[in-house]
């Protein structure tokens, strides 16, 4: 008999998540076919780590043997927007804070800890960004929202500033159900887009040409093609989200650990330039940006400059 998935949402409204969805696992036949056709194009630029694993990213049951559920968990990390001055670098609002992947991997153990309880000795694994599977896609089937046009998850009365994180158990559950896709005629998020990474049609990302991508993942230098295009990002980009008409839903964010650093935010372009690696080290500590390095991150500050 399948699990009623209600003890399982109120726990995790207690933890903090925003929403939780839970999906039959099984192989993901189309989107497998379409991640192969997405490598092909090199869409995924230095990010050579999207090539390994390619049967593991497509099919949760060789992630966990004997896997029946996918639980799909949303939170949101949402904060006011910063004040825009002349020189004052951009850094996306999901870095803002400490480091998700340690924030929430914490919060999704608890959860695990009390499955465990009350169903004893189960197969479970969680992966917080960091384990070959496709969490936005495990999201759209979930119904925690729709994959938008700009290819981020989207939900009608929450917008888009959330973290995934997926749970892989040998549980079944009560299934959710998918949501339809509310992007409409809606090309905001194209139109807005400096460096055009979003196909004209949209649900398409070329990351090579993502301003995230040539701020954080990207070890070479950026191309100078882009060097008018980056609007003083230096770690990431919102600018799909800022125009998205669903992200007037959004609020900030109660969890704590997500709130800002006005020690990282309120450096200048040429304080970053002049920051002592005791700084750096001060500054990254428990932070997204540590991702990057100081090497790469000042390199992205020089380019703008």
């Not at 969680?126 to 999201?139: K, T």
């Not at 917008?159 to 992007?183: A, N, P, V």
């Not at 839903?249 to 970053?272: C, I």
């Not at 001060?282 to 380019?303: C, D």
Request: proline share 5%.
């Amino acid at each position: 008999m399948k699990i009623n998935k209600s003890l399982l949402h109120e726990k995790a409204l207690q933890l903090g998540f925003d929403q939780i969805g839970i999906v039959k696992a099984q192989k993901l036949d189309k989107e497998s076919k379409q991640l192969e056709e997405w490598l092909n194009k090199n869409y995924h630029g230095e990010m050579h780590y999207m090539e390994r694993y390619f049967d593991l990213r497509t099919d949760p049951t060789l992630l966990l043997p004997g896997c029946k559920s996918v639980i799909v968990l949303s939170m949101n990390y949402d904060q006011p927007t910063q004040e825009s001055k002349p020189n004052k670098p951009k850094i996306s609002k999901y870095a803002f804070g400490k480091d998700y992947h340690k924030v929430i991997k914490k919060q999704c153990k608890k959860l695990i800890a009390y499955l465990k309880v009350l169903y004893g000795d189960i197969q479970i694994r969680a992966f917080v960004d960091s384990g070959p599977i496709m969490e936005r896609i495990w999201a759209e089937k979930a119904g925690i929202g729709w994959n938008g046009k700009n290819t981020l998850n989207i939900n009608p009365k929450k917008g888009s500033y959330y973290f995934l994180s997926c749970i892989l158990t040998d549980l079944e559950f009560e299934y959710s159900q998918s949501i339809r896709d509310h992007c409409g005629t809606c090309k905001r998020c194209i139109d807005a887009c400096p460096t055009g990474a979003i196909h004209q049609d949209g649900y398409l990302l070329d990351a090579s040409k993502c301003i995230s991508y040539l701020t954080i993942e990207l070890r070479n230098a950026i191309p100078e093609e882009f060097r008018p295009k980056m609007e003083n990002w230096i770690f990431g980009c919102d600018i799909c989200q800022e125009v998205c008409p669903w992200n007037r839903f959004s609020v900030p964010s109660k969890v704590e650990d997500f709130k800002p650093n006005q020690d990282l935010l309120d450096l200048t372009l040429s304080e970053w330039l002049e920051i002592s690696d005791e700084t750096w080290n001060k500054l990254s500590f428990e932070s997204p940006i540590k991702r990057a390095g100081k090497g790469n991150f000042q390199r992205n500050i020089r380019f703008i400059s």
